[in-house]
């Protein structure tokens, strides 16, 4: 069996005082959250963060996946275990609901740069339903928003921001 090459950078760089965008995708790229239920529950587990040390600036849960925008609010918040607390609590709940193995395995991340807009990393997030054609306006997507700002009130972002994994090679 091959194995997929490393994608993580070393265990320092997610400790600490740092903004990161996270995708999470559900196994097997299920699409599974178009029930408000569910993703109100999900939206709730994303204190897993908070309690780890992190603000969610912004959130967008897509059918298949979720982006999360998180900043380390202290100089010793651990990503992993923030996203494993947020994976974990998150599966227990909705087995409730019928649903197993939620998750994929593992994650992409991707830590902002000195140079990236962070406002513009927030509204890629916001952006997301639309560029996906499934809402015209990212106001009207019901499963995005933020525990620290009133984002339907941010403006567009002038800056594009493109994770690191879907920049061309």
């Known amino acids: 069996m091959q194995k997929h090459p490393r ?51 912004a959130y967008c849960f897509m059918p298949d996946h979720c982006h999360v925008l998180a900043v380390a609010m202290t100089d010793t918040p651990d990503l992993a275990k923030a996203v494993r607390a947020f994976k974990g609590a998150s599966a227990a709940h909705v087995r409730a609901l019928g649903i197993r193995n939620l998750w994929q395995r593992d994650y992409y991340d991707h830590i902002l740069r000195s140079g990236e807009s962070f406002d513009a990393a927030a509204a890629y997030i916001f952006e997301n339903p639309v560029r996906s054609e499934l809402a015209s306006d990212a106001h009207d997507w019901p499963f995005s928003g933020s525990f620290v700002v009133d984002w339907k009130k941010l403006g567009n972002a002038s800056a594009t921001f493109v994770p690191q994994w879907k920049r061309p090679l």
Not at 8 to 30: D, E, K, M, N, V
């Open 7 to 57: 994608h993580r950078l070393a265990r320092p760089y997610y400790l600490g005082p740092r903004s990161y965008f996270l995708t999470i995708c559900t196994s097997q790229r299920r699409k599974l959250f178009h029930d408000q239920r569910l993703v109100e529950l999900l939206v709730n587990e994303l204190a897993q963060f908070r309690s780890q040390g992190f603000s969610i600036y």
